[in-house]
Structures are given as C-alpha cells and as structure tokens.
T-cell receptor, first 111, second 113 residues
Framework: SQQGEEDPQALSIQEGENATMNCSYK?????LQWYRQNSGRGLVHLIL?????REKHSGRLRVTLDTSKKSSSLLITASRAADTASYFC???????????FGSGTRLQVQP | DAGVTQSPTHLIKTRGQQVTLRCSPK?????VSWYQQALGQGPQFIFQ???????QRGNFPDRFSGHQFPNYSSELNVNALLLGDSALYLC????????????FGSGTRLTVV
C-alpha cells in the first residue's frame, strides 16, 4: 500500500520558476528520500533526509522534513525544461527494510 | 562502475504463462529489492533478498517468488500471469550496512495479454 499522498498530483510551470511538491506519510521513519522518474523508466535518487534533520540542500534542490506533522517538501529552484518528470517521495520506515512510495507529482516545465 | 542492470527491457507474455526477470546489482552492493509499478502509480515493494534469503516481503501473493545468487544477482519469477501483473518491475540494490542508499535499475516493462 502507498505510504501517503503527494500534493499536487500534477504541476505545470514556466522555465525559471520554482516548483514545490509536498509529501505526507503515516509511520515512524528512519529517513525520507526523493526520486525522479522520466517517462516511466528507472528511478533516479535525488536526495535523502534523515529523521533527525530538518532541511537539506543539493544544488537547486531543497528538502524539508517535519516529523511532527509527518510531512516533507521538495523545492526545485530556477526550474528547467529538463526537470520535466514525475517526482516521488519514499520513506524508509523504522523496523522495515523497504521503501514505501507516495503516488508522485507529475511536473511539467514549459520552455 | 556499472549501476543496476535489469533484463530484459521489455517483455510480452500471455495470461497463465510464467516469467523470469533478472537483476545485477551495483558493484559493491549485497542486497536486492524488487518493486512493481503500475501505470500512473508509485512503486510497491515486492520483496528483498540478502544473503540469498528473502528477508522482507510486501503484500504480494506467492505467485511472486525470487532468488538471489552468490554473486548477489537476483531473479524475480511470476507464475500464472494475470492481466493485472502488467507493470514496470524495478530492481534496487543497496549495501546492507548502509541505511537508505538505494540504486534503481531502469526496469523491465512486462505486458500480459
């Protein structure tokens, strides 16, 4: 079963704008990860944030984690057409050696 | 350094048949997990193999089985295929002692007709 929901399900923006995606989850976690998927192919790992971290940056990516609200957000700054893809959050749940994925956000960046 | 390699890339099978999908993990990784991704949905965990044993299993029927070989590569077998088994099957490798570091392959697209 899916861990939680991602919001929005779809997002369309212009190149250069920022894109924000949100993820909610239900259980206790070791870490939360964000992945990108192009055209139904393999998943590319973007960033991992541990349960004791609140914010993490990697290039144009900024991730926040609020364990009290069981939520995370992914911000992509200065988006490019090449950022067009589906983005998934996945939780590495405490006591379970598996990732539980959200339903994904489809991002379309218009050139 | 090769990443995760999956074969075949695409596969078409008939209802009731059996299928075997293969995965070679990233160099240095010893754990392999399999996921099923239906169209428009997030991946769902099938099972994980470590030290040639199934260590964890998701909510999938026992028509889904697997194997891990001494070289850490893995197979996913699905028997008595149903139309609903049509999906992208993803393999992910990791190092057992390293929490959270998963590398995914490009997947096998299975179509059951």
């Amino acid at each position: 079963s899916q861990q939680g929901e991602e919001d929005p399900q779809a997002l369309s923006i212009q190149e250069g704008e920022n894109a924000t995606m949100n993820c909610s989850y239900k259980t206790s976690i070791n870490n939360l990860q964000w992945y990108r998927q192009n055209s139904g192919r393999g998943l590319v790992h973007l960033i991992l944030i541990r349960s004791n971290e609140r914010e993490k940056h990697s290039g144009r990516l900024r991730v926040t984690l609020d364990t009290s609200k069981k939520s995370s957000s992914l911000l992509i700054t200065a988006s490019r057409a090449a950022d067009t893809a589906s983005y998934f959050c996945a939780t590495d749940d405490t006591g379970r050696r598996a990732l539980t994925f959200g339903s994904g956000t489809r991002l379309q960046v218009q050139p | 350094d090769a990443g995760v390699t999956q074969s075949p890339t695409h596969l078409i099978k008939t209802r009731g048949q059996q299928v075997t999908l293969r995965c070679s993990p990233k160099s240095g990784h010893d754990t392999v997990s399999w996921y099923q991704q239906a169209l428009g949905q997030g991946p769902q965990f099938i099972f994980q193999y470590y030290e040639e044993e199934e260590r964890q299993r998701g909510n999938f029927p026992d028509r889904f089985s697997g194997h891990q070989f001494p070289n850490y590569s893995s197979e996913l077998n699905v028997n008595a295929l149903l139309l609903g088994d049509s999906a992208l099957y993803l393999c992910a490798s990791s190092l057992n002692r390293n929490q959270g570091g998963y590398t995914f392959g490009s997947g096998t697209r299975l179509t059951v007709v």
